[in-house]
């Protein structure tokens, strides 16, 4: 029995994968870290696109890499995968990207098929945990066979059900590693990126051609009243809410148009069951396909049986019941509640990041005022003190986590010291020393690597002096809560970039790090 997460893993250490290098994000984390504990080599890094670059750096070399993500981790990486499908790969290289429909811990419910499509990168969409075993196996052949990036689509459910799944064991060796001098593949100037687009077109037409005739598609012919194309694991509900419709299974993009075309000719009525964007649905139809249109209520929020029963229905009005659940706060205890409780004191207009501490935004604290992605929050922060009246424009100050900081924040506290606004700004890191969201992964501030073994600890307060702040000050929100409201009211009125970091570890961290040195 294994989750969709753990079957990638023990995929990807049955392939051969000489590194698996990812960024942190539910409901995709435990792939890398179960990776990890099976023996692979894995690392985080502090952003998805650096991932996305060592991770092809390894294809470059002839060797496979897995790279790991959530849906909006790959918006971060979406200028290395469109260009690298152009010059393509040497080795084999897969991306599991994992969606969140229903936004259980995003911020949007984007899909990938689309984006991925916009980037000629093909994707396989696995059902069950078998399939994410199977799929992952799958793939790096294909990456290898036409020499490209190949995406694999998890979603919440697929990521954290657990099924039956049945393997071989065996461990494939690592792949000898070796570069071979190629400039006008590996440099995508102009010149050598125009013929490499042509080259992409061709590839994707193989691709297809390859899924039409052999691909992993299934057809399970039932009665001829309904029948139903179905990808992931909408399919699994399209089974049960429809058990003697006919089925035709899509586990691979590009579509195989011609085949699903065919079968919808079967039919007095056909319809597309999928998770997200109308992405086959919108495709099948321009290309002729007897399917129906989509409605619109299908495209937000998590499929279950009884949604795929109502679509089946043309029951637009279906509703899922409501059920009452305790709205998410803060842990009690959190060094967050310490860090924000003076801004909320002073009334402040807070510009806020991603992270646990994106809750204290709820009741009671109501403590922050806007959060759109990773990063953003200082460029936000700038961007207000520019043009609000002095006296509001005083008020506005950014919050960023220690992960969140490493992994986009940087180059925002690089546009406050390049451009500062006439007023200053004040930044506050607030440094938990975990990315704690996500599960309590170890980041480049902490001084441990995914493993938790011991590596070079970046500083954030030598970073931000490095950079240029002029004044760099630390406090313990909760044992200095007073000292730190002290200095804000002041560096609210200097006319400088100030960093503040208020350093207090998680607690629920901390105690899991105990009970860890405490098996050794």
């Not at 190629?182 to 297809?208: F, G, N, S, W, Y």
């Not at 051609?209 to 039932?222: T, Y």
């Amino acid at each position: 029995m294994l989750s969709g997460n753990e079957a990638i893993a023990l995929a990807a250490r049955h392939c051969g994968v000489a590194l698996g290098v990812g960024y942190p994000g539910t409901p995709s984390t435990e792939i890398l870290e179960n990776f990890s504990e099976l023996g692979g080599s894995a690392e985080w890094a502090p952003n998805e696109k650096v991932a996305a670059e060592v991770a092809l750096g390894v294809a470059f070399a002839e060797s496979d890499s897995l790279i790991t993500m959530k849906h909006v981790g790959f918006n971060v990486a979406q200028d290395l995968f469109f260009t690298a499908a152009y010059s393509g790969i040497q080795g084999g290289m897969v991306a599991v990207v994992a969606d969140d429909p229903g936004m259980a811990s995003s911020q949007n419910e984007q899909d990938t098929r689309s984006i991925a499509r916009c980037g000629g990168l093909p994707v396989l969409e696995p059902a069950d945990s078998q399939e994410a075993y199977d799929f992952t196996k799958l793939a790096f052949k294909i990456s290898r066979k036409f020499k490209t990036i190949v995406i694999i689509r998890t979603t919440t459910r697929v990521a954290h059900t657990t099924s039956i799944v049945e393997y071989s064991g065996e461990i494939a060796p690592l792949a000898a590693a070796d570069y071979r001098k190629d400039i006008p593949t590996h440099v995508m100037v102009p010149a050598h990126a125009k013929p490499a687009h042509k080259v992409l077109r061709k590839k994707l037409a193989e691709m297809q051609a390859w899924n039409n005739a052999e691909g992993p598609n299934k057809i399970e012919m039932r009665g001829s009243d309904l029948g139903i194309v179905a990808s992931g694991v909408a399919y699994q509900y399209a089974r049960e809410a429809a058990p003697d419709a006919s089925i035709f299974k899509v586990g691979m993009s590009p579509l195989p148009i011609e085949k699903i075309v065919e079968f919808s000719k079967n039919f007095k009525r056909c319809i597309v069951v999928e998770e997200g964007d109308p992405y086959m649905s919108e495709l099948l139809r321009a290309n002729g396909a007897n399917v129906e249109e989509r409605a619109q209520a299908w495209r937000f929020g998590e499929l279950n049986v009884d949604r795929v029963r109502a679509q089946i229905a043309n029951d637009t009005s279906f509703e899922m019941p409501v059920r009452k659940a305790k709205p998410p706060a803060l842990c009690k205890g959190c060094p967050h509640i310490f860090s924000f409780q003076p801004l909320v004191e002073l009334g402040l207009i807070v510009a806020g990041d991603i992270g646990c501490y994106t809750l204290a935004a709820m009741k009671p604290l109501s403590g922050m005022d806007m959060q759109i992605c990773m990063g953003a929050s200082i460029g936000m922060g700038v961007g207000m003190r520019k043009v609000l009246p002095e006296e509001k424009a005083r008020k506005v100050v950014s919050v960023i986590g220690d992960s969140t900081f490493m992994h986009s924040g940087l180059t925002g506290l690089v546009q406050a010291i390049y451009n500062p606004p006439s007023t200053g700004h004040v930044i506050i890191i607030v440094d938990n020393s975990t990315t704690a969201m996500t599960g309590h992964q170890e980041n480049p501030a902490t001084g441990k690597r995914l493993d938790r073994s011991e590596t070079s600890k970046i500083s954030i307060e030598e970073v931000a002096r490095a950079m240029g702040a002029k004044s760099v000050a630390i406090f313990n929100p909760v044992r200095e809560q007073a000292q730190f409201k002290e200095h804000l009211i002041e560096r609210l009125k200097a006319p400088e970039i100030s960093v503040i970091i208020l350093r207090q570890p998680c607690i629920l961290a901390a105690a899991a790090e105990i009970k860890r040195k405490a098996k050794q």
